[in-house]
C-alpha cells in the first residue's frame, strides 16, 4: 500500500509539472523576408496544435507547400503564410533545407536543424488533424503528425525591413506584416523620398531652382541677386571702377582702394589737398603720392629745407623730447640750430611761421644762471636771444605762442625742432649744363646753382625763351642761349628802341643793341 501512495505521489507531480521547453524558439533561416523558427509544441503534432502553437508565439505558419506560384493546389490553404520558393521547389521542408544545408533530397530530412519539425499538412484532413513532419535519424519525411507527440512547430515572422525599402538613410521599423520608415529632414512619403523644394517655384525673376536636401539654391539670372534672386544686384554693372562693390537695397557702396575716391571710386585722390608744399613750394598731384617743386634755394619732399647764409636749415614736424631732437639731427649729419645774430634768427622763426607754426627746440642749452651753451657745447656770449627768465639745465626753443620768443624749457617736453648743416661743395658734380653744385646734410641734399639759360634740380634744362615771351611790335625773338633778342629786321623805326620797364620780363634788364633791337638779359 505504502508502494502504491509513493507512485500515486509520483504520477500526481508529473502531471502538475508542465514541460518547460513549450514555446521555446529557435532561428532556422530567413526566405523572402520571412523568418522561420522551430517552436516547441506540448501535445500531438496535430494542423490544429502546430497552429495554435505559431500563433501563441506571435507568429504566422506555413503549409506543406509554399502557397507561391503553382505551388498551391490542396498541398496550401488561404491561412497559411505565401512566400517565394526562388525556384528551390513547392516543399516547404525542401526550401528551408536548400537555405540552411544546401540540398534539397529527402525534403528536408536529411538537414539536421529541420529534425523533427512539422507544419500544417492539408491534405491530411481527409484522414484526421495531422501535420506532416521529417525525422533526421531516419531521414523519413511526411511523417503524420497524429503519431508523433512533443516535437516542434514550424512557424514564421515576417521581416517587413529585410529588403532594405526605406530610402535615403531612414530608419526602417518592422511591424505586423508592415514597416514604418523614420525619414530624416527634406526627405517624405512611405519610402523617404526626397521632398522637391522647388515644386513650389520659390525663385523670382528666373531664376534657376535646384533642389537639395532640405533645401535649395536659387541660380539668378543677371542682375539679381539674394536667396530667392528677390533683389537687384547693383553691382553687375561693375560701378567701383578701382574699388570693391557692395550691393545693397536699390543701391549699391564703393570701398575705394588707396589713392582713389569718389561714390565709384573713379576719382583719384588729391594728395595736394592738404597743400603739404611749405616755402611756397608748389604741389602736383600723383597716384597715392605727390611732388613739390620747390623755389630757389629750397629742397625736401615737402621743400622743408632752406638754404641760408652758407647753412641749410630743415624744419622737422616731429616732436621729440631735446636729447631725441639732438639724436634725431646728429643722424641726418647735422645739428640742432644755433641762433648767433639777429638775422639767423629772423629767418629761423619766419621759416618755423611758413611751416610748422610750432615752438621748436633750438641747439642751446643753460647749463647754470645766465650761461647760454650752443650745440657745439661753445659757451655763447652777449648775443640776439632775450631769454624770458634765467633757469639751471635747461633747453632752448622758440615759443611760438610768444612771438617765437627764446624760452627756457624742461628738456624732456616734446616740441618740433629745427635741424641745421653747413653747406659745402659736393664730392662729386651733379649738375649738368656746368651748374655749380653744393650739398648738406651728408650730401643727401644737393642745391644746382644753374648758369643762365639754364633751370631744373640738375640744371638740365635749356631755356627756351622765345617760348617764353613775346616781342613787342611783333618783332622777330631770337634766343641767345643766356638770353634773348628782339629784332625789328627790315623795319625802320623812326627814332631808336629805347628801353622800359615793359620790355623785358620780370628779373631780367633791357639792352638796346641798335636802333633796331634790343636784349633782355638776367639781372
Same mark, same amino acid.
Not at 151 to 157: G, I, K, P, R, T
Not at 168 to 173: E, F, R, S, V, Y
Given at each position: 500500500m505504502?508502494k502504491?501512495?509513493?507512485?500515486l505521489?509520483f504520477?500526481?507531480?508529473?502531471?502538475?509539472?508542465?514541460?518547460?521547453?513549450v514555446g521555446?524558439?529557435?532561428?532556422l533561416t530567413?526566405?523572402?523576408?520571412?523568418?522561420?523558427?522551430? &517552436?516547441?509544441?506540448?501535445?500531438?503534432?496535430?494542423n490544429?496544435n502546430v497552429?495554435?502553437?505559431?500563433e501563441?508565439?506571435g507568429m504566422?505558419? %506555413?503549409?506543406y507547400? !509554399?502557397?507561391?506560384?503553382r505551388?498551391t493546389?490542396?498541398h496550401w490553404?488561404?491561412?497559411?503564410i505565401?512566400?517565394? $520558393?526562388?525556384g528551390?521547389?513547392?516543399?516547404?521542408?525542401?526550401?528551408l533545407?536548400?537555405?540552411m544545408?544546401?540540398?534539397?533530397?529527402g525534403?528536408?530530412?536529411r538537414?539536421?536543424?529541420?529534425?523533427?519539425?512539422?507544419?500544417?499538412?492539408p491534405?491530411?484532413a481527409?484522414i484526421g488533424?495531422?501535420?506532416?513532419g521529417?525525422?533526421?535519424e531516419?531521414?523519413?519525411w511526411?511523417?503524420?503528425g497524429?503519431?508523433?507527440?512533443n516535437?516542434?512547430?514550424?512557424?514564421?515572422?515576417f521581416?517587413?525591413?529585410g529588403s532594405?525599402?526605406c530610402q535615403? /538613410?531612414?530608419?526602417?521599423?518592422d511591424?505586423?506584416? !508592415?514597416?514604418?520608415?523614420?525619414?530624416?529632414?527634406?526627405?517624405?512619403?512611405?519610402?523617404?523620398?526626397?521632398?522637391?523644394?522647388?515644386?513650389?517655384?520659390p525663385c523670382q525673376?528666373?531664376a534657376?531652382?535646384?533642389?537639395?536636401v532640405n #533645401?535649395?539654391t536659387?541660380?539668378?539670372?543677371?542682375?539679381?541677386t539674394?536667396t530667392l534672386?528677390?533683389?537687384i544686384d547693383?553691382c553687375a554693372? #561693375?560701378?567701383?571702377?578701382?574699388?570693391?562693390?557692395?550691393?545693397d537695397v536699390?543701391?549699391?557702396?564703393?570701398?575705394?582702394?588707396?589713392g582713389?575716391e569718389?561714390?565709384?571710386?573713379?576719382?583719384?585722390t588729391d594728395d595736394?589737398?592738404?597743400s603739404?608744399?611749405?616755402?611756397g613750394g608748389t604741389? &602736383?598731384d600723383?597716384?597715392?603720392?605727390?611732388?613739390?617743386?620747390?623755389?630757389?634755394?629750397?629742397?625736401?619732399?615737402?621743400?622743408e629745407? $632752406?638754404?641760408?647764409?652758407?647753412q641749410c636749415?630743415?624744419?622737422?614736424?616731429?616732436?621729440?623730447?631735446?636729447?631725441?631732437?639732438?639724436?634725431?639731427?646728429?643722424t641726418?649729419?647735422?645739428?640742432?640750430?644755433?641762433?648767433k645774430d639777429?638775422?639767423?634768427?629772423?629767418f629761423?622763426?619766419?621759416?618755423i611761421?611758413?611751416t610748422? /607754426?610750432?615752438? #621748436?627746440?633750438?641747439g642751446?642749452?643753460l647749463l647754470?644762471v645766465?650761461t647760454l651753451a650752443?650745440?657745439?657745447g661753445?659757451?655763447?656770449?652777449a648775443? %640776439?636771444?632775450q631769454l !624770458?627768465?634765467?633757469?639751471c639745465d635747461?633747453?632752448v626753443?622758440?615759443d611760438?605762442?610768444n612771438?617765437?620768443?627764446?624760452?627756457?624749457t624742461?628738456?624732456a617736453?616734446?616740441?618740433?625742432?629745427?635741424?641745421? !648743416?653747413n653747406?659745402?661743395s659736393?664730392?662729386?658734380?651733379v649738375?649738368?649744363?656746368?651748374?655749380?653744385?653744393?650739398s648738406?646734410?651728408?650730401?643727401s641734399?644737393?642745391?644746382c646753382d644753374c648758369?643762365?639759360?639754364?633751370v631744373?634740380?640738375s640744371?638740365?634744362?635749356? &631755356?627756351d625763351?622765345c617760348?617764353?615771351?613775346?616781342c613787342?611790335?611783333?618783332?622777330?625773338c631770337?634766343?641767345?642761349?643766356?638770353?634773348?633778342?628782339?629784332l $625789328?629786321?627790315s623795319?625802320?623805326?623812326?627814332?631808336p628802341?629805347q628801353?622800359?620797364?615793359?620790355s623785358c620780363?620780370?628779373?631780367?634788364h633791357?639792352?638796346?643793341?641798335?636802333?633796331?633791337s634790343f636784349?633782355?638779359r638776367?639781372?
Open positions: 505504502a502504491m501512495w509513493k507512485f505521489l504520477f500526481v507531480a508529473v502531471i502538475a509539472c508542465p514541460d518547460s521547453s521555446q524558439q529557435e532561428y530567413t526566405v523572402d523576408n520571412w523568418n522561420f523558427y522551430k &517552436v516547441k509544441v506540448s501535445g500531438v503534432m496535430t490544429a497552429k495554435a502553437t505559431c501563441a508565439a504566422r505558419y %506555413p503549409c507547400w !509554399s502557397g507561391s506560384d505551388c493546389n490542396y490553404t488561404s491561412g497559411c505565401t512566400y517565394d $520558393a526562388a528551390v521547389g513547392c516543399h516547404t521542408h525542401s526550401v533545407s536548400a537555405n544545408c544546401g540540398t534539397i533530397s525534403y528536408g530530412s538537414c539536421q536543424p529541420l529534425d523533427d519539425t512539422f507544419v500544417k499538412m491534405v491530411y481527409s488533424d495531422s501535420a506532416a521529417v525525422d533526421y531516419t531521414h523519413a511526411n511523417l503524420h497524429a503519431d508523433y507527440s516535437m516542434y512547430a514550424l512557424c514564421a515572422d521581416d517587413a525591413c532594405a525599402p535615403n /538613410g531612414a530608419a526602417c521599423q511591424g505586423l506584416h !508592415s514597416f514604418t520608415c523614420h525619414c530624416k529632414p527634406g526627405y517624405t512619403g512611405t519610402l523617404c523620398a526626397d521632398i522637391d523644394e522647388c515644386i513650389s517655384a525673376n528666373g534657376t531652382c535646384q533642389d537639395e #533645401s535649395f536659387c541660380q539668378c539670372a543677371p542682375g539679381y539674394g534672386c528677390e533683389d547693383d554693372s #561693375s560701378p567701383c571702377v578701382h574699388g570693391t562693390c557692395t550691393d536699390g543701391s549699391y557702396t564703393c570701398s575705394c582702394e588707396n582713389w569718389g561714390t565709384d571710386c573713379d576719382h583719384n595736394c589737398a592738404s603739404p608744399c611749405w616755402f604741389c &602736383v600723383g597716384f597715392r603720392d605727390f611732388t613739390c617743386v620747390c623755389p630757389k634755394g629750397f629742397e625736401g619732399k615737402k621743400c629745407i $632752406a638754404a641760408f647764409s652758407g636749415y630743415q624744419f622737422s614736424p616731429d616732436a621729440l623730447s631735446h636729447p631725441e631732437a639732438q639724436q634725431a639731427c646728429s641726418k649729419n647735422g645739428h640742432l640750430a644755433d641762433v639777429g638775422q639767423q634768427q629772423l629761423i622763426t619766419d621759416g611761421a611758413t610748422t /607754426g610750432a615752438s #621748436s627746440w633750438l642751446m642749452q647754470h645766465y650752443y650745440s657745439d661753445s659757451v655763447a656770449q648775443g %640776439p636771444l !624770458s627768465a634765467a633757469h635747461l633747453c626753443l622758440l611760438s605762442s612771438r617765437n620768443q627764446a624760452e627756457p624742461p628738456c617736453e616734446q616740441h618740433n625742432y629745427v635741424c641745421q !648743416s653747406i659745402e659736393c664730392g662729386s658734380n649738375c649738368q649744363n656746368s651748374g655749380n653744385c653744393t648738406c646734410f651728408g650730401e641734399v644737393f642745391f648758369p643762365d639759360g639754364f631744373g634740380k640744371c638740365e634744362i635749356n &631755356v625763351w617760348a617764353l615771351v613775346t613787342p611790335f611783333d618783332w622777330t631770337q634766343d641767345d642761349g643766356t638770353h634773348f633778342t628782339c $625789328a629786321g623795319a625802320r623805326l623812326k627814332d628802341y628801353c622800359s620797364s615793359a620780363p620780370d628779373g631780367m633791357c639792352k638796346e643793341e641798335g636802333p633796331s636784349s633782355c638776367s639781372v
